[in-house]
């Protein structure tokens, strides 16, 4: 089965879940209450972080990973996967370890599915890229989350990549890697691959990440800086999305969300191969530009100087690029400064843009270069392409506002709360504000208040934060049932796997209160059920087959749930009905059938 998957993601082997094995019951209860599981799929490309000497170098050694890391406490508590039985209760290989439990009181379960051949990632091209996104597409809802090992010398290429392909996120996927092999003795790849798998197993940052030295950035905003420090990649131009030092501190209102009800979707790119990067040197010539820019080169980055500037002393050459735009060619300006956007303070760099030259912001090439590749394999006209690549599509550039912005002194009720408090400083006032978010959040929710949510949205508060439940407006609007605040809530990136301390997600919330027409929009948006709320699903689903609540079931059926899971006693739904003589569940149910 394994195999059959894998293949179609073209050549991975291991044994990660598959489609069709049993859901897992994932809470354990224990003498000191209930430990909640998560699921992690580690996807190992390979890297340094799993190589060996070999009498040619450092080369990635394959079905080594998973025993080595066995025997590593951190990074696997055999105690525990015998005294829970996990490997018989989940089904599970040898591929597959456990955490010790985590201060969030989380035990996560990660199963190390290997690239063949695992590669040096200098070895690596687009078609792995479309290789990971297979897999990210075949295992996204039998994980919580997901981790990539990586050499790190083209893992802000992929990470950039990855999170152009992926689509309508919503998990959190993490690159990582190491600078020194993690079977040495002092390395920097088991503190990275927990810090991953933490981030991954235990946050729903809906983003492609990567994770180093302690941070926790934005793919598609880092760059490699330092091939000997195992602080190797700097985030210029966006501050990190979190850090990982004596606490786990997450910068949620930096976290980037996809906005939208659609479902996730890998875009296969079959990438686009006729990009390239053009670094402008003083006295590049009017040839080599005319070189690089010939068919079937279809975008490229031009890597400028400072804030987007080229010679505009040299017509040749800005005829050169001139003709290429006109010819189809996109060409995206990038800066070569580490640091800084693209602007039109100097002549030199308005003159690209009226020869056809696209800003690109404050991406990075590694960025730009993916994007375009992207945008490229897309369907639709030059015309909107072009629109496109200047679009901000996943929090790859900073777009400053236009207008006016609301900030946080404009908020008259934190400021009448603020006095109460005697505070006034900047961050106090955020703090206030993000105490006062979750609950302000979930009672707007709670009535239908959606002005009162654009208001909390305005002052900067998070409308996807958590109350001391665990649960969010979402979860809250899902109950009620109130199909406007759970629209304009996705809309506004709030995550529909979030869990509250029940595990229960705003799915399972509104299949509880028969909210059918909620349930259909959140499945639109990729809502599933996990694992953990489908343990009992057999007798919930017996008890209103016998009590004969059609509407319950439906709930269930539209939630994606198959109406003939068995009940603890083994009997089925129908069963149940026709031992209680339930004439409209058993046609109900005939009707599915059929
Ligand atoms: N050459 C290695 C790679 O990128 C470097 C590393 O992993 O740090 O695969």
Redesign the pocket.
């Known amino acids: 089965m394994m195999a059959a998957e894998a293949a179609q993601a073209g050549g991975f082997l291991g044994r990660a879940l598959s489609s069709t094995e049993p859901a897992p019951a994932l809470e354990i209860g224990g003498g000191c209450g209930a430990v909640a599981e998560a699921r992690v799929l580690v996807i190992n490309t390979?890297?340094?972080?799993g190589m060996v000497p070999q009498p040619e170098g450092l080369a990635p050694e394959a079905n080594m990973l998973a025993g080595a890391l066995k025997k590593i406490p951190i990074l696997h508590d055999a105690a525990y996967a015998e005294e829970t039985n996990l490997y018989s209760r989940l089904h599970l290989g040898d591929d597959t370890l456990v955490l010790p439990i985590s201060r969030q009181n989380k035990r996560i379960i990660y199963t190390i599915l290997e690239l063949s051949p695992l590669?040096?990632?200098?070895n690596m091209t687009p078609a792995e890229w479309d290789k990971i996104g297979s897999l990210l597409e075949i295992y996204y809802e039998k994980y919580d989350g997901f981790v990539i090992l990586h050499?790190?010398?083209?893992?802000a290429y992929t990470a950039s990549a990855l999170s152009f392909m992926c689509e309508n996120l919503g998990k959190t996927i993490v690159l990582t890697?190491?600078?020194v092999p993690i079977y040495e003795l002092r390395n920097d790849g088991r503190a990275n691959l927990l810090g991953s798998l933490l981030f991954a197993g235990q946050f729903v940052i809906p983003e492609v990440c990567l994770y180093f030295h302690n941070k926790l950035y934005r793919g598609n905003r880092v760059t490699k800086v330092d091939a000997e420090s195992f602080n190797a990649f700097s985030s210029p131009n966006l501050p990190s999305l979190a850090t990982a030092e004596v606490d786990i501190i997450i910068n949620w209102e930096t976290v980037w969300r996809a906005n939208t009800t659609k479902k996730f979707a890998i875009h296969k790119m079959n990438f686009d191969q006729h990009v390239g990067l053009l670094r402008i040197f003083p006295g590049i010539t009017a040839e080599a530009v005319k070189g690089f820019l010939q068919s079937p080169i279809k975008g490229i980055v031009l890597e400028t100087y400072g804030s987007g500037n080229a010679p505009n002393n040299c017509p040749a050459l800005l005829e050169e690029l001139q003709k290429a735009t006109e010819r189809g060619v996109v060409i995206l300006n990038c800066t070569q400064c580490l640091r800084g956007s693209v602007s039109l303070v100097y002549e030199t760099g308005k003159t690209l843009m009226d020869a056809g030259v696209i800003p690109g912001g404050d991406m990075t090439p590694e960025a730009a270069l993916t994007k375009l590749a992207y945008v490229l394999s897309k369907p639709g006209t030059l015309a909107e392409k072009r629109e496109m690549v200047k679009e901000n599509l996943r929090g790859e550039m900073t777009v400053v506002p236009i207008g006016t912005q609301i900030t946080l002194k404009d908020s008259k009720f934190i400021q009448e709360i603020a006095k109460y408090l005697f505070i006034s400083c900047k961050e106090e006032l955020a703090a206030v504000r993000d105490a006062l978010t979750p609950p302000l959040a979930c009672a707007a929710a709670k009535n239908g208040d959606i002005d009162a949510l654009k208001a909390l949205q305005n002052m900067g508060g998070n409308l996807s934060s958590e109350d001391y439940d665990g649960r969010t407006p979402l979860h809250v609007a899902s109950c009620e049932g109130n199909l406007e605040i759970v629209k304009h809530l996705l809309k506004s990136g709030a995550t529909v796997y979030a869990k509250d301390r029940f595990g229960a997600t705003p799915l399972l919330n509104a299949i509880k209160f028969r909210h059918h027409d909620v349930i259909c929009l959140l499945r639109t948006t990729g809502a599933h059920l996990s694992s953990q709320e489908l343990v009992n699903v057999g007798t919930e689903l017996c008890s209103l087959a016998f009590n004969g609540d059609v509407e319950g079931l439906l709930a269930w059926h539209l939630a994606g749930v198959d109406l003939n899971h068995p009940g603890y006693d083994g009997s089925t739904p129908y069963a149940m009905a026709r031992a209680a003589n339930r004439m409209k569940v058993m046609e109900f149910l005939c009707q599915l059938e059929a």
Request: negative net charge; charged residues 10%; aromatic residues 0%.
């Open positions: 390979g890297g340094t972080i590669l040096d990632s200098s050499g790190t010398d083209t893992m890697g190491s600078q």
